[in-house]
């Protein structure tokens, strides 16, 4: 059943609408502002954020979350347009579905889970001050020349004038009713102020016009050949893995704002299939948007229907109410983003940055900057590859050994802590090759040999006190390094001392 017409933890269907409704309306200029960032038509990107909304609140595995044509992805897109033409785009928006659905179908989206919790933290601020940022462009006007200058005097005054009254409504509101979304009331009322009292203020209209028709069925013009795909594959897989990326770490935020759990797999089938039927039709391609997503989980939007509702009155604005939705002023949706930011911003990180350990605070920081310099994408790789760093780098320091000599005069050295690539060079400190018996035994009881370089450790140790005319013996050594072991041969040269009786307890719980 693709949605439920009573209301219930998933979803209720008057909330779903109307919360489909502002998301709409808020649509509206993100998508016209980053086609114009991609540098293709505003259509481009207002079919776009129709389509991949609607595949993906239909099929995708996170109901209530907002698909559309995003910045994250524009950026990457300017340079392929630039070069080669909004043919290519569409060809590689196409072949970036195609990689998205065999994520899927692989089954690597549970990958996501190796994310830690402060490069989500980090994900989450740095998106609300690219958010906050892009609507400073709002604040500004064309002087005689064409160039862009901050506004001044009653202009400035009038917009934060509008601004701040959107959020007062947004705020308030809700103390009062709960029977429409504050943020659908407050675009409405301040759009009808505007209006009806006759204030200068920049509307959408202005950014430029959203009338359209229906997107046509449009095989990209492009020439399907070798030559072609050396073009867009690396655009493509580029945009596939930002978009895969922005749209898990999303779900992820859902997941736990309305403690539900979405489909990770499944959303990235979702967005494969959007992204390619999007190519397919005239669209730029997208992904999740944690901005719009945010809208309209806090409108009371939970279901798939929302989603739906967002696309479609997206729609109806492109095919019959244009004029209208023109007419709506910058500043108010200006002031709906403000409130996304100031909603989407974990406000207890800045609480807890002395608080957690100063290794997680810095990955915190880190993303973030990096997600608003660069792209999510990269802020994303670069906080889990520091955050694995730390974590080897501190597990690094703590293998030790507890050595004694048992009852047939050999020297025992226990291990203790994993032994892995980054404490192989304090492992081999630990033993005294010369002073050593001839019989030498490392326990494993309370050690893990984790990888090869802790295999190559072991066969160096081995050879060690080999030349010193003396034999090393392996003890309780887990399943996982006999076979480590059995793999690599003859590379090794080791006794392992086998005990029936031992079970590693680890091991039985993998």
Known sequence: MLFNFECTERGCPKNDILSGLTVALALVPEAVAFAFVAGVEPLVGLYAAFMVGLITAVIGGRPGMISGATGALAVVMVGLVAEHGVEYLFAAVVLMGAIQITV??????????????????????????????????????????????????????????????????IQYLPKLTKAVPSSLAAIVAVSLLVIFVGLESRTVGDMASIAGGLPDFHIPLVPFNLETLKIILPYSIILAAIGLIESLLTLSLIDEITETRGQGNRECIGQGVANSVTGLFGGMGGCAMIGQSMININSGGRGRLSGISAALFLLVFILAASDLIEMIPLAVLTGVMFMVVIGTFEWSSLRIMGKIPASDAFVLVLVSAVTVATDLAIAVVVGVIVSALVFAWEHAKQIRVESY???QGSKVYELHGPLFFASVSNFQDLFNCKEDPDGVIIEFQHSRVMDHSAIEAID???????????????????????????????????NVMEDPRYHVAVDELA
């Open 405 to 407: 000599v048992d009852e």
């Open 460 to 494: 160096t140790l081995a050879e060690r006190y080999l030349n010193a005319g003396k034999k090393l013996h392996l003890r309780h050594v887990s399943p996982e390094c006999r076979q480590l072991l059995h793999k690599a041969g003859n590379l090794v040269e080791v």
């Open 104 to 169: 899927g179908l692989l089954r690597l989206g549970k990958f996501i889970r190796i994310v830690p919790h402060p490069v989500m933290l980090g994900f989450v601020n740095g998106l609300a001050i690219v958010i906050f940022l892009a609507q400073l462009n709002n604040f500004k006007i064309e002087d005689a020349t064409g160039n862009l200058q901050w506004m001044q005097g009653q202009a400035l005054w009038l917009t934060l004038g509008l601004v701040a009254l959107t959020m007062a409504i």
